[in-house]
C-alpha cells in the first residue's frame, strides 16, 4: 500500500471508545466514497472463477462491540471467504485443544515467503510456522474435532457460521474451481504429513480446507466476526460466547505478526491493527474493545491484498483512532489537570 495516498487523513489516537454511532457512520460513508474510484491492482486469476468477478465491486462494514452496524457500497455482497477463514478456524482450534498444543503444532512466526510456498516447510524442518500460510491453515484444519472428514467439515461450518451470527454456506462454484487446481496444496498436505505434522489422510484434509475457504459471506459477516474476537469472544449480534477471551488475544496476536504474509510487516507499520487477508478481496481489522472493519473489493496488489480495502480500513484506523501503537501524551489530552 503507497502510504502517500493517505495524506491529508487527519491522525487520532486511541481513546478506548469509539465516537458516537452518527460519527462512525459518517467517517465509514467518508471512508468509502474516498476510494471508490481507485482502479488499482487486479483480479486474482490462478482461481479461474475468481478472475471473472466484477472487479468494480466495493464494500465497507465496521461493526462495534454493541452491535453499532455500519455499512457502505456493496457491503452485503457475497464472495468467498478465501484465506480470511484462516484466522477463525485458528481460534476454533485453540478453543479445542489450547494454546500450548496449537503453538507447538503450527507455530506463530512469519515465514517471510509466500503464502503457498513449499520451500518454508523444507526450510524448517516441516514445521508450518503459521497459521496464515496455507501449510499452517491445512495442518489448523486437520485439529478441527470429527472422526471423519465429513465430521469435521460440519464443525467447521458451525464454528465459522457462529463466528458471522448466521448460517454460512458453501459457494459449490467456488469449490469445484478450486478443488480442480489446487495441486499445491494436496503437495503440502502430502509434504506436512512425511514430517509426522499432519494426522490423517491429507487428500482429505485438504479437501476440507479447500471448502472452509469456499464458504460464501460478505463484508458486513467479516465485519461481524472480526468484532466477536474484539470483544472477547462474544457475537455483538447473536450474544453467543463463541471462544473464550484467550483465544481472542492468542488469535489476534498472531493475526497481527502474519495476517497478510509478508506484508504484515508494513500492514502493522502503517495501519497498526491485527488483520487477515483473502484472495477474493476481502480484508477484515480487528480493534480490540471496539469492534471490527471488513473492506470488500476485488482489485489486489502483488501480495494478494485489496487496495481499495486496504485503504479504506487505514483510513478509518486514522480517523477513529484505531491504531494500537498511537497514543499521545497524556497532559496533552487532559490540559489543565
Same mark, same amino acid.
Given at each position: 500500500?503507497?502510504?502517500?495516498?493517505?495524506?491529508?487523513?487527519?491522525?487520532?489516537?486511541?481513546?478506548? !471508545?469509539?465516537?458516537?454511532?452518527?460519527?462512525? #457512520?459518517?467517517?465509514?460513508?467518508? !471512508?468509502?466514497?474516498?476510494? $471508490? #474510484?481507485?482502479?488499482?491492482?487486479?483480479? $486474482?486469476?490462478?482461481?479461474?472463477?475468481?478472475?471473472?468477478?466484477?472487479?468494480?465491486?466495493?464494500?465497507?462494514?465496521?461493526?462495534?462491540?454493541?452491535?453499532? *452496524?455500519?455499512?457502505?457500497?456493496?457491503?452485503?455482497?457475497?464472495?468467498?471467504?478465501?484465506?480470511?477463514?484462516?484466522? /477463525? *478456524?485458528?481460534?476454533?482450534?485453540?478453543? &479445542?485443544?489450547?494454546?500450548?498444543?496449537?503453538?507447538?503444532?503450527?507455530?506463530?512466526?512469519?515465514?517471510?515467503?509466500?503464502?503457498?510456498?513449499?520451500?518454508?516447510? &523444507?526450510?524448517?524442518?516441516?514445521?508450518?510456522?503459521?497459521?496464515?500460510?496455507? %501449510?499452517? !491453515?491445512?495442518?489448523?484444519?486437520?485439529?478441527?474435532?470429527?472422526?471423519?472428514?465429513?465430521?469435521?467439515?460440519?464443525?467447521?461450518?458451525?464454528?465459522?457460521? $457462529?463466528?458471522?451470527?448466521?448460517?454460512?454456506?458453501? +459457494?459449490?462454484?467456488?469449490?469445484?474451481?478450486?478443488?480442480?487446481?489446487? +495441486?499445491?496444496?494436496?503437495?503440502?498436505?502430502?509434504?506436512?504429513?512425511?514430517?509426522?505434522?499432519? &494426522?490423517?489422510?491429507?487428500?482429505?484434509?485438504?479437501?476440507?480446507?479447500?471448502?472452509?475457504?469456499?464458504?460464501?459471506?460478505?463484508?458486513?459477516?467479516?465485519?461481524?466476526?472480526?468484532?466477536?474476537?474484539?470483544?472477547?469472544?462474544?457475537?455483538?449480534?447473536?450474544?453467543?460466547?463463541?471462544?473464550?477471551?484467550?483465544?481472542?488475544?492468542?488469535?489476534?496476536?498472531?493475526?497481527?505478526?502474519?495476517?497478510?504474509?509478508?506484508?504484515?510487516? &508494513?500492514?502493522?507499520?502503517?495501519?497498526?491493527?491485527?488483520?487477515?487477508?483473502?484472495?477474493?478481496?476481502?480484508?477484515?481489522?480487528?480493534?480490540?474493545?471496539?469492534? !471490527?472493519?471488513?473492506?470488500?473489493?476485488?482489485?489486489?496488489?502483488?501480495?494478494?491484498?485489496?487496495?481499495?480495502?486496504?485503504?479504506?480500513?487505514?483510513?478509518?484506523?486514522?480517523?477513529?483512532?484505531?491504531?494500537? /501503537? %498511537?497514543?499521545?501524551?497524556?497532559?496533552?489530552?487532559?490540559?489543565?489537570?
Amino acid at each position: 500500500m503507497d502510504p502517500t495516498a493517505l495524506q491529508g487523513v487527519p491522525q487520532s489516537v486511541s481513546t478506548g !471508545a469509539l465516537p458516537g454511532w452518527a460519527r462512525v #457512520d459518517e467517517l465509514v460513508l467518508e !471512508a468509502h466514497g474516498r476510494y $471508490a #474510484d481507485d482502479r488499482t491492482g487486479t483480479v $486474482a486469476d490462478y482461481i479461474p472463477v475468481l478472475a471473472a468477478v466484477d472487479p468494480d465491486l466495493f464494500g465497507l462494514a465496521l461493526i462495534e462491540v454493541d452491535g453499532g *452496524v455500519h455499512d457502505a457500497g456493496d457491503a452485503d455482497h457475497a464472495f468467498s471467504i478465501q484465506s480470511i477463514s484462516k484466522l /477463525f *478456524v485458528y481460534a476454533l482450534a485453540i478453543q &479445542e485443544h489450547g494454546h500450548e498444543r496449537v503453538r507447538e503444532i503450527v507455530g506463530v512466526n512469519n515465514t517471510g515467503l509466500a503464502f503457498n510456498s513449499v520451500m518454508a516447510l &523444507e526450510l524448517n524442518g516441516g514445521h508450518p510456522m503459521n497459521p496464515m500460510v496455507n %501449510a499452517g !491453515a491445512i495442518a489448523t484444519t486437520a485439529l478441527m474435532p470429527g472422526a471423519t472428514a465429513v465430521e469435521q467439515w460440519e464443525r467447521l461450518r458451525e464454528g465459522l457460521s $457462529a463466528f458471522a451470527g448466521r448460517p454460512l454456506s458453501l +459457494d459449490g462454484t467456488v469449490y469445484a474451481s478450486e478443488a480442480a487446481t489446487n +495441486d499445491r496444496n494436496r503437495a503440502i498436505g502430502r509434504l506436512l504429513r512425511s514430517y509426522g505434522r499432519l &494426522e490423517g489422510d491429507p487428500d482429505e484434509i485438504v479437501d476440507v480446507y479447500t471448502r472452509q475457504c469456499a464458504l460464501l459471506v460478505d463484508a458486513h459477516d467479516l465485519a461481524v466476526m472480526g468484532a466477536t474476537l474484539a470483544d472477547g469472544g462474544v457475537n455483538p449480534v447473536s450474544g453467543a460466547q463463541v471462544v473464550s477471551a484467550e483465544v481472542c488475544r492468542d488469535t489476534l496476536a498472531v493475526a497481527a505478526a502474519t495476517g497478510l504474509y509478508e506484508r504484515s510487516g &508494513e500492514w502493522l507499520f502503517e495501519i497498526g491493527l491485527p488483520a487477515k487477508s483473502g484472495v477474493s478481496g476481502g480484508i477484515v481489522a480487528v480493534s480490540p474493545g471496539k469492534g !471490527a472493519v471488513a473492506g470488500f473489493s476485488p482489485r489486489l496488489d502483488h501480495a494478494g491484498n485489496s487496495v481499495r480495502a486496504q485503504l479504506a480500513i487505514a483510513h478509518l484506523s486514522r480517523s477513529l483512532g484505531l491504531n494500537l /501503537f %498511537a497514543s499521545a501524551p497524556a497532559a496533552a489530552q487532559h490540559p489543565g489537570d
